[in-house]
């Protein structure tokens, strides 16, 4: 747990000193499907900065809860981040996009894995998850896995807002954190009982 915290402290003294010039990005307005579809982030959608870990392989993560699935369950079709420009390095790495289910209140297991290689910063970015994951529980996590090693790493963004559903996974430790802003990842989740649609098929609709 001391090296937990040591490495938190030491990501943080970067971070901060390296991405004052992140607080003035606008306003994301980023909802690429249709309205009808639940969108679920905590995230404002105005970036105030971004972390890294030193190693790849560790997660920063969203919990969505009853809040968002009124408790039912349901299935996810596609998730999306976005990072910092130009921070911690120029090159655009990408990262691996994971959904969890939740055992006890934690993540538990990992039910998808896909790779979201990012074109620009500061903007939402979003891969399909197809076929869409199917949900039984009405909680479950948005975890987004770290490509590469500090600095050659995309970093996570995130908003002035203390996070309330925020986790973080290091070493295979997973714990909430309420250290950060909320993290800015985002997913569509549909109602079990709703038939699985993809992106393509959404956006052929509403093009």
């Known amino acids: 747990m001391?090296?937990?915290?040591?490495?938190?402290?030491?990501?943080?003294?970067?971070?901060?000193a390296a991405n004052t010039?992140?607080?003035?990005?606008?306003?994301?307005?980023?909802?690429?499907?249709?309205?009808?579809?639940n969108e679920f982030y905590w995230d404002d959608g105005i970036i105030s900065g971004g972390w890294v870990w030193y190693t790849g392989g560790n997660y920063w993560a969203v919990q969505f809860d009853d809040e968002k699935t009124g408790g039912n369950a349901g299935h996810v079709n596609q998730v999306g981040a976005t990072t910092v420009t130009g921070?911690?390095?120029?090159?655009?790495?990408g990262a691996y996009l994971h959904l969890f289910s939740d055992y006890g209140s934690y993540p538990y297991e990992d039910l998808s894995r896909d790779y979201l290689g990012f074109a620009t910063g500061d903007v939402y970015e979003w891969v399909n998850v197809d076929p869409p994951i199917d949900?039984?529980?009405?909680?479950?996590?948005?975890?987004?896995?770290?490509?590469?090693?500090?600095?050659?790493?995309d970093c996570m963004a995130v908003d002035a807002s203390a996070g309330t559903h925020n986790w973080t996974g290091y070493e295979g430790s997973w714990a909430p954190d309420s250290a950060y802003g909320d993290f800015m990842l985002r997913c569509y989740?549909?109602?079990?009982?709703?038939?699985?649609?993809?992106?393509?098929?959404?956006?052929?609709?509403?093009?």
Not at 21 to 37: F, K, L
Not at 87 to 93: L, N
């Open 2 to 16: 001391k090296k937990v915290v040591i490495m938190l402290l030491l990501v943080a003294a970067i971070c901060v």
């Open 21 to 37: 010039d992140s607080v003035a990005t606008p306003r994301i307005e980023a909802h690429p499907q249709a309205p009808e579809y």
């Open 87 to 93: 921070w911690p390095d120029g090159t655009f790495q």
């Open 135 to 153: 949900l039984t529980s009405g909680v479950f996590y948005l975890a987004w896995e770290q490509f590469g090693n500090y600095p050659a790493t």
């Open 189 to 207: 989740w549909e109602p079990a009982g709703v038939t699985p649609s993809t992106w393509g098929q959404v956006k052929s609709l509403y093009q």
